[in-house]
């Protein structure tokens, strides 16, 4: 559930696209303000999943599990306030936030594979593992926009946030 939380919230904006634009009132920049939300979550990681490994190797994976995922709940919790307030410069800091936690979460779940696997199978945990995150990339682009016509937007996306406060709890368990 860890990683499922994180994917599907990742991919969130891309599943709720039409609602977005709808519900910000169709910017004239609205492409490149949506653009930008996946932009500041990509530019961080390219550098992030370093510092992400080298503090995995120095506090353990325990600990950086419960930040990281604290790292994506909470960016996801700034992102839902910033579109309920209507508020792209709030949104794109909560992007910003949730990329902090974002790739070095799956940097610090290889650490605790490797140490699970050691030596037996570890390919196919790793493919096991990948396919399992990117089922919560599947299960957003069916729920959310369901979510967001059946109910509201808003919700939609506080329900991802939901979702992101249940991975910090099965880190912390």
Known sequence: LIMIGNYYSYDNPAALK????DYMGDPDDFETLFSLLYTVYSVPNVFLPFL???????????ICMIVFTS???????????????KSWPVMLVGRVIFGFGGESLSVANSAILADWFEGKELAFAF?????????????????SPALANGVDL???????????GASVGCALI
């Not at 709940?73 to 306030?81: D, E, R, S």
């Not at 493919?127 to 729920?143: D, E, F, H, P, T």
């Open 71 to 85: 790292f994506i709940a909470c960016g996801q919790v700034v992102f839902a306030f910033g579109l309920s307030i």
């Open 18 to 21: 039409t609602q977005i634009d």
């Open 154 to 164: 808003q919700f939609a996306l506080w329900f991802s946030a939901i979702l992101c």
């Open 52 to 62: 992400g490994g080298y503090f995995v190797d120095k506090f353990g994976v325990r």
């Open 127 to 143: 493919g096991l593992n990948l396919s399992i995150a990117r089922l919560g990339s599947v299960i957003n682009n069916l729920v």
